[in-house]
């Protein structure tokens, strides 16, 4: 079965500052990596994913993440965050060999991105 | 278009009440999901419906009851809830068949109270 683990619960970052948020997942097959962005009181909504090929993916918003099969990473990044971006962010994985869908989206616990003025 | 609606978006029912949730997506997605989702939790598979069949069931209470009209449509039945049943509902969609999961689009909930 495939996890993904979010050490940071919580980032405080100020405006315009660059942001990592952490993600590591563990599967011992190839996988597919997702990350989400739930803004206050609404659902989720795909950021970007990586699927195969180039290991740098850019999403939405000026999101990108980098896929690091080595390290089991898939840490998301933006050079300069926008207090808009204060959000909660998910990370998730699943198998390229399962059957699509069929076992669900296992997600990280989340981590809320502060941005301060 | 990678749209899924949800209906109703609030809903406040009492312990005896029966109410269902709604959710529609016309992106020809033949795999449905219900997530429930608690404050500062990440969502929890509750069902999912893969072409129209129940697939997965994670050991849910009988007092929720999904249902699959179509492959456009899932509903969530709610009969006799408890309080700690209060949570968002999540309702997804993904292509389906098989090669794996490459990508789950999500509405945007429904706020469910338990009174």
């Known amino acids: 079965a495939q996890s993904v683990t979010q050490l940071d619960s919580q980032v405080p970052v100020f405006e315009e500052a660059p942001v990592e948020l952490r993600c590591n997942y563990s599967?011992?097959?190839?996988?597919?990596l997702f990350w989400y962005v739930q803004y206050p009181n609404q659902g989720l909504q795909l950021l970007l994913k990586y699927l195969s090929g180039s290991t740098l993916v850019k999403g939405i918003n000026g999101f990108e993440a980098e896929f690091n099969k080595s390290q089991t990473s898939f840490h998301l990044r933006k050079p300069s965050v926008h207090i808009s971006d204060t959000a909660e962010y998910f990370c998730a994985v699943s198998s390229s060999h399962s059957g699509g869908g069929a076992d669900g989206l296992p997600f990280g616990k989340g981590t809320h991105l502060i941005i301060q003025p | 278009d990678t749209e899924v609606t949800q209906t109703p978006k609030h809903l406040v029912m009492g312990m005896t009440n029966k109410k269902s949730l709604k959710c529609e997506q016309h992106?020809?997605?033949?795999?449905m999901y219900w997530y429930k989702q608690k404050a500062k939790k990440p969502p929890e598979l509750m069902f999912v419906?893969?072409?129209?069949?129940?697939?997965i069931n994670e050991s849910v209470p009988s007092r929720f009851s999904p249902e699959c009209p179509n492959s456009s449509l899932l509903n969530l039945h709610l009969h006799a809830l408890q309080p700690e049943d209060s949570a968002l509902y999540l309702c997804?969609?993904?292509?389906?068949?098989?090669?794996?999961?490459?990508?789950?689009?999500f509405g945007p909930g429904t706020r469910l109270l338990v009174l």
């Open positions: 992106m020809g997605h033949r795999a």
């Open positions: 419906y893969s072409y129209e069949k129940l697939s």
């Open positions: 997804a969609s993904s292509q389906g068949g098989a090669g794996g999961l490459k990508a789950q689009y």
């Open positions: 599967s011992s097959v190839s996988v597919y």
